[in-house]
Nanobody, 116 residues
Framework: QVQLVESGGGLVQAGGSLRLSCAASGRIFSIRRMGWYRQAPGKPAELVAAVTSGGSTNYADSVKGRFTASRDNAQNTVYLQMNSLKPDDTAVYYC??????????WGQGTQVTVSS
């Protein structure tokens, strides 16, 4: 059974920083992509950032220049460094892993709240 354990969410003032971590354990076939989605109340979920097995990254336009995604392949861990946080970044953040068969796994979600 695959488990994704997230950590690092919390409450921060606008302009502050947070770092999210997501560690995957269990039997996972070759991981193709690791990333983060978020969902704010009343809004659809959106892809925030993703890192491929080759190290390529892509980001939502709203977070470019502020957020950085990285991964540790040996530890099956993905990180999201979030700087210059804004109130609009307030959401539940979900870790996502896609394996080589395009099967996806999800974390339980971690709340990020940015106060103005």
């Amino acid at each position: 059974q695959v488990q994704l354990v997230e950590s690092g969410g919390g409450l921060v003032q606008a302009g502050g920083s947070l770092r999210l971590s997501c560690a995957a354990s269990g039997r996972i076939f070759s991981i193709r992509r690791m990333g983060w989605y978020r969902q704010a109340p009343g809004k659809p979920a959106e892809l925030v950032a993703a890192v491929t097995s080759g190290g390529s990254t892509n980001y939502a336009d709203s977070v470019k220049g502020r957020f950085t995604a990285s991964r540790d392949n040996a530890q099956n861990t993905v990180y999201l460094q979030m700087n210059s946080l804004k109130p609009d970044d307030t959401a539940v953040y979900y870790c996502n892993i896609r394996d080589e068969y395009e099967y996806e796994y999800w974390g339980q979600g971690t709340q990020v709240t940015v106060s103005s």
